[in-house]
């Protein structure tokens, strides 16, 4: 089985991409949706422990864990390190059921998939990728979003261009949906009947 590593900067275009892998009939993990889980669940006890107070009922409060990783310059990595390992976790269990499945070819949504070194548990890499403008103009559409919060987010990515340096395969999302949804198309025509080890990788990781 293909693992695919589908990736790209806030307000690319990614879950658009992610949404015609699968009425292609790929299945796809978003990892963001992983993350959510683990904070009604399995992480908020850690959480909790590392940031009091970021929790109330019995999971993660996001506005108190924001406020906390805003005042704390070393937050951020110290999240990361308890949450990224039980998303993985979650995503070689996904890879497990969907090579028991049978299938040829599955995509795992991974935002900061270069940034963690995700991409070496990959055989290929897609990333999704827009003019500036056009990303800008997507976020600060959003609800709550302000120049500065972009530029933080920002920050704690990379470049678009180093990650389209870095890609296997680059979208664009700055045309028509069509042409994005060909572009695609064409990604998979010729990921078809196309072999890889990065099954194996994981399969050592996890022994």
Request: charged fraction near 25%; aromatic fraction near 4%.
């Amino acid at each position: 089985m293909l693992v695919v590593g589908l990736t790209g900067s806030i307000g690319m275009g990614k879950t658009a991409v992610a949404g015609h892998l699968a009425e292609r009939g790929v299945a796809v993990l978003d990892s963001d949706r992983v993350v959510h889980s683990l904070y009604t669940g399995e992480a908020v006890a850690e959480i909790e422990a590392a940031f009091p107070g970021a929790t109330a009922g019995g999971v993660v409060d996001r506005a108190s864990l924001s406020t906390a990783l805003l005042a704390d310059p070393g937050g951020f990595a110290r999240l990361e390190s308890l949450i990224h390992p039980m998303v993985r976790r979650a995503q070689w269990r996904f890879l497990q059921e969907q090579e028991a499945k049978g299938a040829s070819l599955a995509a795992l949504d991974i935002p900061l998939l270069f940034e963690t070194g995700g991409d070496a548990l990959m055989d290929v890499t897609i990333v999704v990728s827009a003019p500036a403008e056009i990303q800008a103009a997507r976020v600060l559409a959003r609800p709550g979003m302000t120049p500065e919060k972009l530029e933080a987010i920002r920050a704690r990515q990379l470049p678009d261009a180093e990650k389209r340096a870095r890609a296997d395969f680059i979208v664009d999302t700055g045309v028509s949906f069509e042409e994005t949804r060909a572009d695609v198309d064409r990604i998979l025509e010729s990921l078809d009947h196309q072999s890889g080890d990065a099954m194996e990788r994981w399969r050592r990781m996890y022994a």
